[in-house]
């Protein structure tokens, strides 16, 4: 089955700064890979997602880029700010396979003031 | 507004004792699916279900079960909790139809097994 691989774990930076979050996937027939966001004590929210056949998408200051070729995608997250303070995810799945997500093991970004 | 609600929102349970969660959208979504989220293990498939009396196994179905009576509850069930068990559990529902795959999520059970 597919395995989802994010790094780093835990990433701290100063406000204001950019955030890069970084996800490998194995199965080559993965065909969207959405990106949540967590905040404490609530359920994961979907911020962002990027199907296979565009290579990058943005919506104000975050973005996606994938790499098919590669099988790795990646969130951006520029002028960083407080409330980006949260644990995000990231998924890929098989549209043919029913909507099923596999996530990443989860990324903590805490934005300093 | 439509939404997905969870409950109960916290649980402490013993070793041994049957145990179920409740879920419930309001979105006449299809499919429903269950999480468990565990330090670095992100969120890993329980069951999924893509409709009345449909229901799939996951990534890590031991020991748990669902069942799909109508289109708006998917309650998940331990048969007999054991302390591995003890994790914040979400469920999450997604429409069918169309191209969309967003998968709204519910606020968690955070459940403990003694």
């Known amino acids: 089955g597919e395995n989802v691989e994010q790094h780093p774990s835990t990433l701290s930076v100063q406000e204001g700064d950019s955030a890069v979050i970084k996800c490998t996937y194995s199965?080559?027939?993965?065909?969207?890979f959405p990106w949540y966001k967590q905040e404490l004590g609530k359920g994961p929210q979907l911020i962002i997602d990027?199907?296979?056949?565009?290579g990058e998408k943005k919506d104000q200051r975050i973005a996606v880029t994938l790499n098919k070729t590669a099988k790795h995608f990646s969130l951006h997250i520029t002028e960083t700010q407080p409330e980006d303070s949260a644990v995000y995810f990231c998924a890929a799945s098989i549209r043919a396979a029913g909507n099923k997500l596999t996530f990443g093991g989860g990324t903590r970004v805490l934005v300093k003031p | 507004d439509a939404e997905i609600t969870q409950s109960p929102r916290h649980k402490i349970t013993e070793t041994g004792r049957q145990v179920t969660l409740a879920c419930h959208q309001t979105?006449?979504?299809?499919?429903m699916f269950w999480y468990r989220q565990d330090l670095g293990h992100g969120l890993r498939l329980i069951h999924y279900?893509?409709?009345?009396?449909?229901?799939n196994k996951g990534e890590v179905s031991d020991g748990y079960s669902v069942s799909r009576s109508n289109t708006e509850d998917l309650p998940l069930t331990l048969e007999s909790a054991a302390s591995s068990q003890t994790s914040v559990y979400f469920c999450?529902?997604?429409?069918?139809?169309?191209?969309?795959?967003?998968?709204?999520f519910g606020p968690g059970t955070r459940l403990t097994v003694l």
């Open positions: 199965d080559s027939a993965s065909n969207y």
């Open positions: 979105w006449n979504h299809n499919n």
């Open positions: 990027i199907r296979s056949n565009v």
């Open positions: 999450a529902s997604s429409d069918s139809a169309g191209a969309l795959n967003e998968q709204f």
């Open positions: 279900s893509y409709g009345v009396q449909d229901t």
